[in-house]
């Protein structure tokens, strides 16, 4: 009776914290609520922040007309002594800290705050009286794109961004998603704008809202870094968490065997 007693206590134990574990979990755990929401909105486009690297490429009919504004550079090696030549590349462009860019033929270029689209209509105009017609293109791209992600991550590090665009859950799937000991309410963002101003975030990935935060979506340089829960500090302080949990169950269960028998 005493063992049958035993084993039924600590079944509803593990029954217990089994199911209130897991409900922190589950990403967008409310997602039904959203189903009947329609939202119309802009899609996500990034602008073009101080010390983004860009490069700028002019195309038209005329390829003689547009080599100018298609700067290469090359660079060198140094192999046993012997100046190895690399291939050439176009030539980046580093935004100032007022948003600036200095561009042949068109000399200083605002195109801070500015997206990709933008910053090319920009730079088209600006280039107009320079071609007899206006059959070329400009196209911007950002070469440094790139966001970090730490904590409580498979594989926390720096991720450059070719497309430009990137989610939060996105950004955890490169970082190959969380561990079991990352809290999925605990995510911080840290966001610098173009003025210098940061910011802290905490982000609920257990919430389905987040795909409607201002947040959803990250910029180039921001940092998400993943707490850990309390099973991970708990590991940190005795250096298993599973001991003293086992610990702690059977001290329970061997006090509630002596009220047992006192009381039986």
Known sequence: ??????????????????????????????????????????????????KDLLTITVNSENAETAAPYNLVV??????????????????????DNNGNIDFPSLGVVHVGGLTKSQAEETIRKRLSPFFSDDK?????????????????????????ISNEKVNIFEALALAGDLTIYGKRDGVKLIRED???KKEIVKLNLNDANII???????????VLYVEPNKAK?????????????????????????????ILK
């Open 194 to 196: 173009s003025n210098g």
């Open 136 to 160: 070329f293109i400009v196209n911007v791209r950002m070469t440094n794109y790139k966001i970090s992600v730490l904590g409580e991550v498979a594989r926390p590090n720096t991720y450059t």
């Open 74 to 95: 090359q660079s060198s090696l140094s192999v046993h002594t012997k100046n190895v030549t690399t291939q050439p590349s176009l030539m980046n462009y580093l935004v």
């Open 212 to 222: 409607n935060s201002p947040y959803y979506y990250l910029q180039q340089n921001d």
């Open 1 to 50: 009776m005493k063992r049958n007693f035993h084993l039924l206590f600590l079944s509803a134990i593990l029954a217990f914290s089994s199911c209130t574990s897991y409900k922190n979990v589950p990403y967008i755990q409310n997602s039904d609520d959203l189903k009947n929401v329609q939202q119309i909105s802009e899609l996500y486009d990034a602008r073009i922040m101080p």
């Open 233 to 261: 500090a708990k590991n940190s302080d005795i250096g298993s968490s599973t001991t003293l949990w086992f610990s702690a169950t059977s001290i329970m269960i061997s006090l509630t065997s002596l009220l047992y028998n």
